[in-house]
């Protein structure tokens, strides 16, 4: 790939087969769904084609797989280890087989250790005894309720945190209680605004005793899928931090808000932006979980009070700037004033309930004099009432942001943070979510040995322009991306990756990046692909961002798909047939259904093809319109293939496809009315555009085979040409719109022709016969016969009265 336009085009080909080849793992559980940081865990995972399992992909550092005691087609038994450094929280994973690479599921990696339910524990009476400080694994079934008991000394806290609805098995809602022994709930925790339907709460003992710690579902539901992870110990648990963000590589003083306190630190942010970073207190016992904590690259402004009038407004610099403060009570507002430049497009958006905060945050932006430029209420999405929104501004000066509640309500932790930016060279990519509802779904590279594997991403900039290259690292031994460019000019290109006959399986995460053509443009694109978490339905809750992709070598794929060269060229308005052949090894004959996925700017297609049963080819016919570019373009198709278990991949190699100016072109043909049973001629002005050799074939399509109408030939010097039509009974009466004319044109050195569509939108139209209408006949008078006098005219006929009207003259007859 030479040239900036030498670049691909990706289709993928959906396989069903019967034949018993290894595929496609799937994920369902795992257990237990986490473990304590520093230590090993027996862990078994469940699916489907997991007899060929090989290793655990990890997104994170510091997980290893220590050993494998058991395989089986259902579930597989092994040993992991995980670094005291693990990070708490959430950690993705996968499953890699010899011939796939799962969906991805979280593992929850914990600061206690763990502890399993033990049954029955469900009455007041009979809890199960634990200790502070740990984690307990368990479920909770249709209207049960799991008690758990505790001893504390008078004064000492007791906190218990919950993973429900996040381990991501159902929409689990849990319900908690911290219990005393008199049966009295000192402290309930249903929904929280952190963590959605998994809550936490806290109680410090009012006198020596046992606690009890109740869990259920919400509404006395539950089920076979309704895990949880419950942390029991001495811990802080705040609900949000002030501020909530700070500039990477600084040191920042922050408060750690709980319901009824808190407490300060002073922490050392990373030096890099993180945006999954979670704040954890280290003077304090930390919470299982860490609290959200946004990382910039910009200075914080911290409100001064009295703020609450645009007069009093906190001053700070102009944008890029975050704005900090908490609405401390019911009805206050806050003030920022802020300096900013004509022409900025300013970037405002703000954290709030997405950090923890109740606050239903409204923010506007006015000038000096009160007008309001622009404001928000709930534009921040992922179903939190956060605000954002762009505002342009229309002169140099000093303008006010205002921030209020929805309600006008407040308290010490309606914490919010708004950063302003204004509009920065940015680019970043990531694949589209290729079904309903699943946007896990071929979000992995596993390319078979000897073959390849395409996928489709898209790439958004912002304030940045040029061609960028594709840089890899770290890729698995044997494989190697052949897509070498993301032009200026496109929004989606396709990464092919290919490997070796003898590449070994094998696997990494692989980091890629997009790096300027222009060494004068200092922007570094990255991948960032969103991953749902947590989802039902169309609903979702959580959801992850990674900047790597599991890139893994597997076995040979049972088939393999390639495209014939196109002999010409797809010119503008025209169309061309692309043909896929399909290699199957023995025993594999399934039908294939080949999918298109991506087309180069002006080029449209059908969305799929099947190749049936016992067939070995397809063709898609591409529709390039008036404004396509020219260019030779490397296209590719992608086989998914399910060989009765699960699902293969494999993708063809590159085909160059030509793209092309038209030799021809002509306007629509104005209307030709005639009438049925008769003929017409429809003659098409042509303007010559490119000279070429011989005879090309011109025909009307569009029309019903009762209406014939003869083809015609063009050469380089036609200028119009005629097409003779002819019609019968049979022929249809009525308007035949959006008419064309089909030009085979040939093209020198070859036997083959470019199609060409001309004359668009022409309309013939098919009339009625006419009625023939039979004149009266002309009088014939008798010559020098003199005329007649006229006959005097017959006396009328006596009116004919009604009843009613005889009566009437009757009665007026008898008065007289």
Not at 242 to 266: H, L, M, N, Q
Not at 310 to 333: H, R, S, W, Y
Not at 493 to 517: R, W
Not at 715 to 729: G, L, Q, R, S, Y
Request: aromatic share 8%; with cysteine.
């Amino acid at each position: 790939m030479s040239t900036l336009r030498h670049l691909t085009l990706t289709a993928v080909a959906i396989v069903f087969a019967t034949s018993a080849f290894a595929a496609y793992p799937t994920f369902t559980s795992t257990k237990p769904n986490g473990g304590q940081r520093g230590t090993e865990v027996k862990l078994t995972v469940t699916g489907t084609q997991l007899a060929d399992f090989e290793s655990m992909v990890f997104f994170s550092p510091g997980f290893t797989q220590k050993s494998v005691e058991k395989v089986e087609n259902g579930k597989v038994e092994l040993t992991i280890g995980i670094a005291a450094d693990v990070p708490p929280g959430n950690h993705l994973m996968r499953i890699r087989t010899k011939s796939g690479i799962s969906h991805a599921r979280q593992f929850f990696v914990g600061i206690f250790p763990n502890v399993d339910e033990k049954e029955p524990n469900s009455d007041f009476d009979t809890p199960q005894v634990i200790q502070l400080n740990q984690t307990i694994e368990g479920i909770v079934q249709n209207e049960d309720v799991d008690y758990y008991r505790v001893s504390l000394k008078k004064g000492q806290r007791l906190s218990v945190e919950v993973d429900g609805l996040r381990l991501g098995y159902t929409v689990f809602d849990p319900f908690l209680a911290i219990i005393d022994k008199d049966r009295f709930e000192k402290v309930i925790s249903d929904d929280t605004i952190l963590h959605r339907q998994d809550g936490y709460c806290s109680y410090v003992a009012e006198e020596d005793g046992d606690y009890t710690v109740m869990i259920r579902e919400s509404s006395y539901r539950g089920g076979g899928t309704s895990y949880y992870r419950l942390h029991v110990g001495s811990f802080r648990r705040p609900d949000v931090v002030y501020p909530a963000g700070g500039k990477i590589g600084t040191k920042e003083k922050v408060r750690f808000i709980e319901r009824d306190s808190s407490f300060d630190e002073d922490v050392t942010l990373p030096a890099e932006i993180d945006p999954d970073f979670m704040l954890y207190s280290k003077s304090q016992e930390p919470a299982p979980s860490g609290n959200p904590f946004r990382l910039v690259s910009y200075d914080n402004v911290l409100e001064a009070e009295p703020n609450d009038e645009q007069t009093k407004a906190t001053v700070a610099p102009g944008a890029p700037i975050a704005l900090n403060g908490i609405i401390e009570k019911p009805g206050d507002v806050d003030f920022f004033k802020v300096s900013l430049k004509k022409g900025m497009t300013l970037e405002v958006q703000g954290f709030a309930q997405s950090v923890g905060s109740p606050l239903d945050s409204v923010v506007n932006v006015y000038n000096e004099k009160g007008g309001s430029l622009s404001g928000n209420d709930d534009g921040g999405g992922r179903r939190r009432l956060d605000s954002k929104f762009k505002v342009n501004i229309p002169a140099d000066g000093d303008y006010f942001v205002r921030v209020a509640d929805h309600l006008e309500r407040g308290g010490p932790n309606f914490v919010y943070r708004l950063e302003l930016i204004a509009a920065e060279p940015e680019v970043f990519f990531a694949s589209p979510q290729y079904t309903v509802n699943d946007n896990n779904y071929r979000q992995f590279i596993a390319v078979p040995k000897g073959g390849r594997y395409a996928t489709l991403v898209n790439v958004t900039r912002s304030n940045v322009s040029g061609d960028f290259k594709f840089e890899t690292q770290n890729l698995p031994q044997g494989v190697k991306l052949l897509t070498e460019l993301a032009p200026k000019d496109l929004g989606s290109v396709p990464l092919l990756f290919e490997a070796t006959a003898d590449a070994p399986l094998g696997h990494q995460v692989v980091p890629i990046f997009l790096n300027a053509v222009d060494p004068n443009t200092k922007s570094r694109g990255k991948l960032r692909q969103e991953f749902d978490i947590v989802r039902n339905g169309n609903v979702v809750y959580y959801t992850q961002i990674e900047d790597r992709l599991p890139v893994a070598v597997v076995e040979e794929a049972p088939y393999s798909l390639e495209i014939v060269k196109p002999a010409v060229p797809l010119v503008n308005n025209g169309i061309l047939e692309l043909k896929v052949v399909a290699r199957r090894k023995e025993g594999f004959n399934a039908k294939i259904r080949v999918l298109m996925i991506w087309k180069p700017n002006g080029v449209s297609s059908l969305g799929e093809q099947t190749i049936a049963e016992g067939q070995n080819e397809c063709t898609f016919q591409l529709d390039a319109n008036a404004g396509t570019p020219a260019g030779t373009w490397n296209f590719t198709v992608m086989g998914e293939a399910d060989a009765g278990g699960g699902r293969i991949y494999n993708a063809s190699p590159f085909a160059a496809v030509e793209t092309a100016p038209a030799y021809l072109t002509a306007p629509a043909i104005p209307l030709v009315a005639v009438e049925q049973g008769k003929e017409a001629v429809m003659v098409a002005k042509l303007e010559q555009l490119l000279p070429f050799e011989g005879e090309a074939n011109a025909q009307v399509l569009g029309v019903p085979d009762t209406i014939p109408i003869e083809p015609a030939k063009i050469t380089k010097d036609t200028k119009e040409v005629a097409f003779k039509v002819k019609t019968d009974a049979k022929s249809p009466i009525g308007k035949q719109g959006n008419l064309f004319v089909r030009v085979d044109v040939p093209v020198k050195g070859t036997n083959a022709t470019t199609i060409h569509r001309i004359a668009l939108g022409s309309i013939l139209r098919i009339d009625a016969p006419r009625k023939v209408v039979t004149p009266p006949a002309t009088p014939v008078v008798a010559a020098n016969k003199p005329k007649e006098a006229p006959k005097p005219a017959a006396p009328a006929a006596p009116k004919v009265l009604s009843r009613l009207e005889q009566l009437r003259q009757e009665a007026a007859a008898a008065k007289k």
